[in-house]
T-cell receptor
Framework: QKEVEQNSGPLSVPEGAIASLNCTYSDRGSQSFFWYRQYSGKSPELIMSIYSNGDKEDGRFTAQLNKASQYVSLLIRDSQPSDSATYLCAVISGNQFYFGTGTSLTVIP | NAGVMQNPRHLVRRRGQEARLRCSPMKGHSHVYWYRQLPEEGLKFMVYLQKENIIDESGMPKERFSAEFPKEGPSILRIQQVVRGDSAAYFC?????????????FGPGTRLTVL
């Protein structure tokens, strides 16, 4: 079983819509969770981190964490074409970062 | 630009040659992580280093791969006798402290192609 699982997509949403990205993880003891954005051919860049159950908002981005169900999600409100990228979920398990394979998002103008 | 630097950005090697990938961490950072990203796969942790110390190399293949972070100069990931399966993007990340939750900042990556 993979430590972190994401739906690879592609996920397509129209401009202005809400994009919802989901991630599940296997280590119930994990306490730290991250979302990275990776444009094609570029390096990952951190969007958000979340450590507590519930929602964390930062601009158009909201991260949601549910430790009981072992999932973390990312909502992107008012999606823009510039949000088109691959979104990587990362979880700290033990003393290492584990990344999912990423969900490809396309925002259609 | 005080960000994480990697070079070369693209590296082509023939099977059996050696590949050397370099990473200069962000200014003020002394913790370096190497990851490999294969096509259609996620980032895989390889090794975590501090200056002159390998802290965790549990993700490194047992043979042909080695890493160092000398007192002076960049961190180097070395792949000996490369094979086609080594073709991937190799990313380096750096952080300020050893706290695992400290933000890791990624370099632009080195894309290795083995012919």
């Amino acid at each position: 079983q993979k430590e972190v699982e994401q739906n690879s997509g592609p996920l397509s949403v129209p401009e202005g819509a809400i994009a919802s990205l989901n991630c599940t993880y296997s280590d119930r003891g994990s306490q730290s969770f991250f979302w990275y954005r990776q444009y094609s051919g570029k390096s990952p860049e951190l969007i958000m981190s979340i450590y507590s159950n519930g929602d964390k908002e930062d601009g158009r981005f909201t991260a949601q964490l549910n430790k009981a169900s072992q999932y973390v999600s990312l909502l992107i409100r008012d999606s823009q074409p510039s949000d088109s990228a691959t979104y990587l979920c990362a979880v700290i398990s033990g003393n290492q970062f584990y990344f999912g394979t990423g969900t490809s998002l396309t925002v259609i103008p | 630009n005080a960000g994480v630097m990697q070079n070369p950005r693209h590296l082509v090697r023939r099977r059996g040659q050696e590949a050397r990938l370099r990473c200069s961490p962000m200014k003020g950072h002394s913790h370096v992580y190497w990851y490999r990203q294969l096509p259609e796969e996620g980032l895989k942790f390889m090794v975590y280093l501090q200056k002159e110390n390998i802290i965790d190399e549990s993700g490194m293949p047992k043979e042909r791969f080695s890493a160092e972070f000398p007192k002076e100069g960049p961190s180097i990931l070395r792949i000996q006798q490369v094979v086609r399966g080594d073709s991937a993007a190799y990313f380096c990340a750096s952080s300020h402290s050893q706290v695992i939750t400290d933000t890791q900042y990624f370099g632009p990556g080195t894309r290795l192609t083995v012919l």
